[in-house]
C-alpha cells in the first residue's frame, strides 16, 4: 500500500505561485513541482479543511489554482481528537498560539496516522528544533507523529 501524505498548505501554494525572486524560495518552488510531476503518484495524498480555508484566501486567481489542484484530493475530517491535540500543542508549547493552524495541520495528520506530513513551513513545522517537542506532545497522547518532511525528502534516490 502506498504512504500516506498530508499537504500542508505551503504545498499548493509552492505549486501555483509565480517564480519567486528569491532563490531559495525558488528552488523550493521547483523543488515542489518537481515531486509534484515525479512522485505524487507514489503516495496518497490528503488535505484538510485548514487547507481548504488557506488555499482559497488571497490573490484569487492563485486561490482559483490552487482550489483545481485540490480538487478530488481526500479530505481528512476534523474530529474532536484533532481539536484537542491541536490545543495540547499549543498549551504544551511545541507550538506558540500565533500558530493555531499550524498546530490544526499537525493534529489532522497525526489523529489520521499520516506517514508524512509535507511542507515548507519551516518556522512552525518542519522546524528540527520544534519536531522533538511536536513529537513528544503526540506520544504523550497516545500517537505516533507523522514524519515531518519536504518535498525534497521524499524524492527518490
Same mark, same amino acid.
Given at each position: &500500500?502506498?504512504?500516506?501524505?498530508?499537504?500542508?498548505?505551503?504545498?499548493?501554494?509552492?505549486? *501555483?505561485? $509565480?517564480?519567486? !525572486?528569491? /532563490? @531559495?524560495?525558488?528552488?523550493?518552488?521547483?523543488?515542489?513541482?518537481?515531486?509534484?510531476?515525479?512522485?505524487?503518484?507514489?503516495?496518497?495524498?490528503?488535505?484538510?479543511?485548514?487547507?481548504?480555508?488557506?488555499?482559497?484566501?488571497?490573490?484569487?486567481?492563485?486561490?482559483?489554482?490552487? &482550489?483545481?489542484?485540490?480538487?478530488?484530493?481526500?479530505?481528512?475530517?476534523?474530529?474532536?481528537? *484533532?481539536? $484537542?491535540?491541536? !490545543?495540547? /500543542? @499549543?498549551?504544551?508549547?511545541?507550538?506558540?498560539?500565533?500558530?493555531?493552524?499550524?498546530?490544526?495541520?499537525?493534529?489532522?495528520?497525526?489523529?489520521?496516522?499520516?506517514?508524512?506530513?509535507?511542507?515548507?513551513?519551516?518556522?512552525?513545522?518542519?522546524?528540527?528544533?520544534?519536531?522533538?517537542?511536536?513529537?513528544?506532545?503526540?506520544?504523550?497522547?497516545?500517537?505516533?507523529?507523522?514524519?515531518?518532511?519536504?518535498?525534497?525528502?521524499?524524492?527518490?534516490?
Amino acid at each position: &500500500m502506498k504512504p500516506k501524505v498530508y499537504l500542508e498548505t505551503t504545498i499548493p501554494s509552492y505549486l *501555483v505561485s $509565480r517564480p519567486s !525572486r528569491d /532563490l @531559495i524560495v525558488a528552488a523550493h518552488q521547483q523543488i515542489t513541482k518537481d515531486w509534484w510531476l515525479n512522485r505524487r503518484q507514489d503516495f496518497r495524498l490528503f488535505i484538510s479543511q485548514f487547507v481548504i480555508n488557506e488555499s482559497a484566501a488571497g490573490d484569487k486567481d492563485l486561490s482559483r489554482e490552487r &482550489m483545481l489542484l485540490l480538487q478530488g484530493v481526500p479530505q481528512l475530517e476534523v474530529v474532536d481528537e *484533532v481539536t $484537542r491535540l491541536a !490545543r495540547a /500543542l @499549543i498549551a504544551q508549547g511545541a507550538v506558540p498560539p500565533e500558530a493555531a493552524t499550524d498546530a490544526a495541520h499537525i493534529a489532522v495528520a497525526t489523529v489520521h496516522r499520516m506517514d508524512f506530513l509535507m511542507t515548507w513551513n519551516c518556522t512552525h513545522i518542519a522546524n528540527a528544533v520544534m519536531i522533538s517537542k511536536i513529537e513528544g506532545v503526540c506520544q504523550a497522547h497516545g500517537y505516533a507523529c507523522p514524519v515531518i518532511c519536504t518535498p525534497e525528502e521524499l524524492m527518490e534516490g
